[in-house]
C-alpha cells in the first residue's frame, strides 16, 4: 500500500509537470510573435490605434513620424491581416496624419541603439491617419512589393506630402514621400518594372476630410491624363532614383481629386449609414456611421476613361442611406468631379426616415487647399 502511494504521488507530480509544460508551451506558442528576441510586442491590440495588413513575409516593427525609442509603436507579425496597433497615450493624443514607418525586426534588433541610421532607408514608410475623436475603421495596407533588393531613392523638395503607387493613380501603395523629405529610399523588389503614380494627399481639419489629387499632364499625347514617372530595374540590386520636384515643374496646378464629395446631415433621431450598393462606406478618416446632429463627408471615385483620363461627371443610382433596418435609395443623378455634394436626413426614428435632394455641388479649390 505504501509503495502505491509513492507511485501514485511521483504519478501526480509527473502530470502536474507535464500539465505545466503544455501550459508553457501554448504560452510560448501564443507569445512567439518575435517579442522574445527583440522585447517589442507583436500583440493584436482590440483597441488600437490604427490597423495594418501586412502581406509581406517580414516581422515589421511599427514607428510614428521619426525612428528612435520614442515612436516606437509595436509589431506587425508576417502576413498579418486586421492586425492591431497599440494605441500608445503618449503616442496618439490628437486626431492627424502621419508617416507609418516600417523595419524589419532584424533591422530593429542589429540598430537598436542608432535607429536614425536607418531614417532615409527603412523597409517601409506609408501614409497612416489616426483618428482621436472616433474608432478608426480604416485599414493600411503593406504592399508585398516593398522591401525588396532593388533602390529607387526618392527626394521630395516640395511643400507637398506625396504618396507612391503602382501601375495606376488608384493602384497599389508602394511609400509615402513627406514634405521636404531627401534620399528616401523605396525598396523594390528586383529585376521588374514600375510605373509609378505620385498622389498628393492632405488631411483639413476644418473639413475632417482627407484629400488626395492626382497631377496630369498638360501638354503632350498625354494631355489630362494622370502623371506617372517609369522605371526599369533590370538587376536584383538595380538602383534609380526621382526628384518629385519635376511634378510640380510639369503639372502647372493641374490638378484632379477623381472623385466627388457627398457630405451627409443627418438631421433624424437615429444614426444612420450610407452605402453604394450594399457596400458601407467609410469615410477618410476612419468613420462609418452618422450619429444624429452630425455630418459626414465621403468620397466616392470616378472611373477612369479608356485612355485614363476622368470624366467631367458620372451617373450614381446605387446610392444609399438608412439603417440596420432600412436603406432609402438616393434617386439617380448626375455627380461632378471634384464637386462637393450635400444631402440632409431627417425623420423622428428608422421608420419615418426621409432623405432630402442632393444639392447641385459646390467645385472645391483643390489648389488651394493644397497651396498652388
Known sequence: MKNRKIFGAMLGKAALAAVLALVFFACNLEGDNGDNSSGVSFENFSAPSIWVDNKTGEKLVAFKGSLNPNTLISGIPAYATNHGLKKDPALFTATGDFALILITEKQYTDNKSNLSALENAPFA?????????????????ISSK???????????????????????????????VASQMTNTVLYVNAPDDYSLYPIFKKYVPAEKEIYEVV???????????????????????????????E????????????????????NSNTAVRFTVGDEEQVTSTGIKGIPPSTSNTYSIKFPRNPDGTYPESI????????????MKTIPSREYKVDHLHEITVTGADASNLAIGSVSGGTLLNIGEMFGF
Open 315 to 326: 451617373t450614381r443610382e446605387n446610392l444609399k442611406i438608412g439603417t440596420g433596418q432600412i
Open 146 to 176: 516593398v522591401g525588396g533588393s532593388g533602390r529607387i531613392t526618392l527626394n521630395n523638395p516640395t511643400s507637398w506630402n506625396i504618396e507612391i503607387r503602382k501601375d495606376g493613380p488608384t493602384g497599389e501603395i508602394l511609400g509615402y
Open 215 to 245: 497631377p496630369k499632364y498638360t501638354s503632350g499625347d498625354l494631355v489630362g491624363k494622370p502623371y506617372a514617372k517609369d522605371f526599369a530595374i533590370t538587376t536584383a540590386n538595380g538602383t534609380a532614383a526621382w526628384n518629385l520636384n
Open 125 to 141: 514608410r506609408i501614409y497612416a491617419f489616426y483618428n482621436h475623436e472616433a474608432t478608426n475603421n480604416n485599414h493600411f495596407q
Open 247 to 266: 511634378v510640380s515643374n510639369n503639372i502647372t496646378f493641374n490638378l484632379s481629386s477623381g472623385s466627388f464629395y457627398l457630405r451627409i446631415t443627418n
